[in-house]
Nanobody
Framework: QVQLVESGGGLVQAGGSLRLSCVASGSIFNNNVMGWYRQAPGKQRELVAT???????IYADSVKGRFTISRDNAKNAVYLEMDSLKPEDTAVYYC????????????WGQGTQVTVSS
């Protein structure tokens, strides 16, 4: 099993920045994908960004050019630098850890609230 602990959420004004962190612990395998998903009120959970152990990153179109995902494999941590935040970015952000082959393992953090005011 893998445990994920998120931090860094909070309240920020539109145009501002925020940095989210997530640290994984437990049965960590070398090859994995970590990322961030978000869920706004009344909407389904959606992909924000993911990054593999090797550094391959994928972003949702809505955040390209504004958000940057990175990771520290030695710390089993993933980060999300969010710039030029918009009110529509308001959501609960969830950290995710999965094996490259998803059926072998997929875990979620408890989520951290990000609120962007206008």
């Amino acid at each position: 099993q893998v445990q994920l602990v998120e931090s860094g959420g909070g309240l920020v004004q539109a145009g501002g920045s925020l940095r989210l962190s997530c640290v994984a612990s437990g049965s960590i395998f070398n090859n994995n994908v970590m990322g961030w998903y978000r869920q706004a009120p009344g909407k389904q959970r959606e992909l924000v960004a993911t990054i593999s152990t090797g550094g391959t990153a994928i972003y949702a179109d809505s955040v390209k050019g504004r958000f940057t995902i990175s990771r520290d494999n030695a710390k089993n941590a993933v980060y999300l630098e969010m710039d030029s935040l918009k009110p529509e970015d308001t959501a609960v952000y969830y950290c995710n850890w999965r094996r490259f082959q998803i059926v072998l393992g997929n875990y979620w953090g408890q989520g951290t609230q990000v609120t962007v005011s206008s």
